[in-house]
């Protein structure tokens, strides 16, 4: 076969193309195919995605993909923030949730019932999941109930701005890597204890925030209820508490608001509205004096 002037084979060339031609079109509509469903998967999962009713309906009873039920309640929500009536065809389901034995389900829920005080099925539903056995659960609640003027959960909203305790849940030795002052999400895992059966435990954060303080060092024996550090509230948790004392707030909660006032170690966000909250928790105790 002639060469060019450059002591290539033109046809040689040629046949190598076509060769890898196929090969390319593989390669691209891989790709094609990867950004497809990539798309897809994150628009099913996008909770600003609008759904229809029947798709409402179908995403509730999905308890399996705890996603759906918690896209359909956002889409719940946002009906009865626009004073939608038709969210009310969904109340006897949320009504259920509230009872669900999935903590992310009564989270949740507990948030949404919030957004129609004029409901007395989720007013008696929140009343119940204020006394429920997980944080977070009893702490939305309480928040929601205040919109009900209800401050039946102001001991639960008080407790916001306080450590929290972590409690062992059962006796052993502790190990953690951990340090104070950590970031934490829900469910991070805190630390472990060995069981005296060689059993090892899990404990894991019920909530999101901060470290506060380690009080069982790691490899310290501990007894079951032992508290082994406490945890301070994330910054969004604490601002919607001062914001709802501002409301039932009493004469004797204003020490721990002042704290927030006077602090130098929380944002202006949180400072300002514990300056506000103050000033409404004292006119509403001069108005009844």
Not at 38 to 56: C, P, V
Not at 127 to 149: I, M, Y
Not at 153 to 159: A, Y
Request: charged share 25%; glycine share 4%; aromatic share 6%.
């Amino acid at each position: 076969m002639a060469e060019d002037g450059n002591g290539n084979h033109p046809g040689i060339r040629a046949v190598e193309v076509r060769k890898r031609t196929p090969g390319s079109k593989w390669i691209m509509l891989l790709a094609i195919l990867f950004v497809v469903a990539t798309f897809l998967a994150w628009y099913f999962t996008w909770f600003g995605r609008e759904l229809s009713d029947a798709d409402i309906s179908k995403y509730l009873n999905d308890e399996k993909s705890p996603r759906h039920v918690q896209h359909a309640l956002n889409q719940i929500q946002e009906r009865i923030e626009r004073r939608d009536p038709s969210a009310k065809n969904w109340y006897p389901q949320l009504i259920a949730l509230s009872n669900n034995p999935e903590t992310e389900f009564r989270l949740t829920v507990a948030w949404v019932m919030g957004y129609d005080n004029q409901s007395a099925e989720f007013h008696e539903a929140l009343k119940k999941l204020v006394q429920d056995k997980e944080p977070l659960v009893r702490r939305n609640a309480a928040l929601a109930l205040v919109t009900f003027n209800d401050p039946s959960g102001r001991n639960e909203v008080l407790s916001i701005l306080s450590p929290f305790p972590v409690k062992a849940p059962a006796a052993g030795v502790i190990a953690s890597s951990l340090k104070e002052d950590s970031e934490i999400a829900r469910n991070t895992l805190l630390a472990r204890i060995q069981a005296p059966d060689g059993k090892v435990i899990e404990l894991r954060s019920p909530l999101l925030g901060r470290i506060n303080k380690i009080l069982k060092t790691n490899g310290a024996h501990i007894s079951a209820g032992d508290e082994v550090m406490n945890i301070n509230s994330d910054e969004g948790s604490v601002w919607e508490a001062l914001r709802a004392l501002s409301f039932i707030g009493r004469k004797e909660d204003l020490p721990i608001i002042q704290s927030y006032a006077n602090s130098t170690t929380v944002s202006n966000r949180i400072r300002e509205q514990a300056t506000l909250t103050a000033k409404q928790v004292e006119r509403a105790e001069h108005r009844e004096e």
